[in-house]
Structure formats: C-alpha cells, structure tokens
C-alpha cells in the first residue's frame, strides 16, 4: 500500500497548500487533470495545486538531501540554470537576416527564420511533455534580470535572493535543535520572511524534506499543508511569536495523525475487498483491480482497460463485483475510488 498512501498524501497535500491560500480545488480534479482526462478546462487554481503536486514527486524522487542541498535549493526557486532550447534563435542572428533582406532586396533568410520558429515550438513542446511525465528537467535561464521583471507582476523591491538567505541562515542557526522544533521554527520563518512571491506553498515542502532528511518521515513527505489546514487562522496568523510556533508544532502533530488515519483506511479497505476474492477463479482480475485502486485515489474506466486489458465492459463488471465507491457523481467520464 505505499504506493498507494504516498500518491494520496500528494495530492491531499496539493490541494491543501491552494485551500491555505484561499482557493478551493477538487481533489477528483486534481487526479483527473494529473492522468490527461479534464472535462472541462482547467482553472488557474488547478494549474497551480498540479505544480504542488509535481514539485513534491519531484522531491521524492530525488535523494533525501537534494532539495536543501545547493543545486536542489536553485532548482526548486527556480534559479537553476540550463541550457537554452535547441533552435532558439540569438538576437544578432534575427538582426543579421533582416539586414540581409533589406541590402538584397531578397527574402533568403525567411525560410531560415520561420524554421527556428518551428524548432523553438517543438522543442517547448517537448519540455512540457517532459514535465507533465514527471521527468525532472531544468529551469531555463530568464533573459531577463530580476530587475527588468514587470511590474504589473512582480513587487521589484521584493529582494528574493535577500530573503532566501535570511532564510537560509535559520536552518544554519537551527542546526542542532530537535528536528520537529526545527521544522516549526523553519515553517514560522519562512512565514514570517515571506520568501518568494509565487510560491509561498514551496517553504513548507522543503520542511518536510528536512523531515525526510533526517530520519523522520525517511519514505514519504510529510504533508505540512494537511496538518495547517486543521489549525485555525487565528492561530497560524497570531501576533505573538510563540503561539506562531505552537501552531507549526500542532500542525506537524496533526499531519503524522492524518497520515496514520489514511493508513488506516486504506488497511481496512483492502482487508475488505479481499473478501470479496474467496472462490474466485485463479484468472480472476480482481486481485489485479484492487491492486490499481490501493495505488492511486481514482480510477477510470479507461484506466483499468489499459492496466487489466479488459472490455470497457469488463471493467465495469469488476468494478461493480468489488463495490467500488462512484467518486464523480457524473454519468460520462466516470471514476471510482475505495470506501
């Protein structure tokens, strides 16, 4: 079931770190958009939990000191640097085609130009089905400085590279404290600092990698949003420092009980399903179907037709042989999902 509980503690972290935030996503939503099977256009709010989702996959995936290492740290804020996109063009080269069109009275360097346009698409393209893969690619490198960024989007007097120093600074300065007090102390920090400006949600990610570092939660990431959610905003926002931190303590607490209660149900879950295996044939595909919901929080009929190859009507018979929970409530593009 670990694959199981680790997906479900991703996206309930996801839709979390939005709901902090003040924006609603629906966590059937949020798995549809995730498997390419939107029914309706996404929001920008969704977007937004979908790059949670991949940043924390992301984290996992890698070893446990990457992401406060140096080059974790650079690519999570996106200060990694990469190499540019094959077929980009260069200024001087587009300067030199015009040049040349206009001493020549020809358009010999049209096809040139309108070719690299083809070839920067593509090459975009392929970034992006590398990122929705879940592939681990590199920032590109703005071609802008911090301080050409708009206005109209960016606060030019939010000093981010001061700001994540200081931040920086805490963990040093933390360094020998137990580790759940650091973590807290890091979560009201980064708080307090207001690090970045579009990606408030990343500070309590890299906590929780901290966490995973150390030895406490060493295979999966805690879900530090989950655990806030539970805590009122009285509490989270409160004056005093002290009952800042204490609200960072309970959250962490509430997050390892939500964990503990979602392993919980998912035992119980699959304990129950089972017993719906006694007699069955040995060819039966039911064992194969409770496998593939315990791993992910819905399932689709297209996806059990790929992952069982069997008819959409297959599907739907061993779906209703193992009483599964209609998570949608729709008639079309239907999903389903245990208790």
Known sequence: MRDGFVERQHFADAASALWLEGELVHLEDLVLHDAHMDIRTPTHELTRAHAVLRTRRRILAQ???WALSRDGF??????????????????????????SVEADGRDDAGDDLLTEEFAEIDAVLARSSKI??????????????????PDLIYDLDWNEEERLAEWQDVITRTRDLPVVLRGA????????????????????????????????????????????????????????????LLACLDGIHDAALVGLKEHDRLTMAKSQMERR???????????????????????????IQDRLKVTKQGALNLVGELGLREMTGRGRFRA????
């Open 277 to 303: 295996l006694r007699e069955r044939r040995a060819s039966s595909k039911l064992p194969d179907l409770i496998e593939l919901v315990l791993s992910r929080p819905l399932v689709s009929t297209g996806l």
């Open 63 to 65: 070893k446990p000191d």
């Open 74 to 99: 650079l690519a999570l804020t996106g200060r990694g640097g990469a190499t540019p996109a094959s077929g980009q063009k260069s200024r001087e080269g587009e300067r030199a085609g015009a040049s």
């Open 185 to 244: 102390i890091l979560l009201e920090a980064w708080s307090d600092i207001e690090v970045l400006q579009h990606a408030t949600w990343l500070g309590p990610l890299l906590v929780a990698a901290l966490l995973r570092q150390e030895g406490l939660a060493a295979n999966h990431l805690v879900c530090p949003h989950l655990g806030a959610k539970n805590i009122p905003r009285e509490r989270r926002r409160a004056r005093n420092r002290s009952d800042r």
């Open 132 to 149: 929705l893969s879940g592939a681990d690619v590199p920032a590109r490198k703005e071609e802008m400085s911090l301080r050409d960024r």
């Open 336 to 339: 389903w999902g245990v208790l």
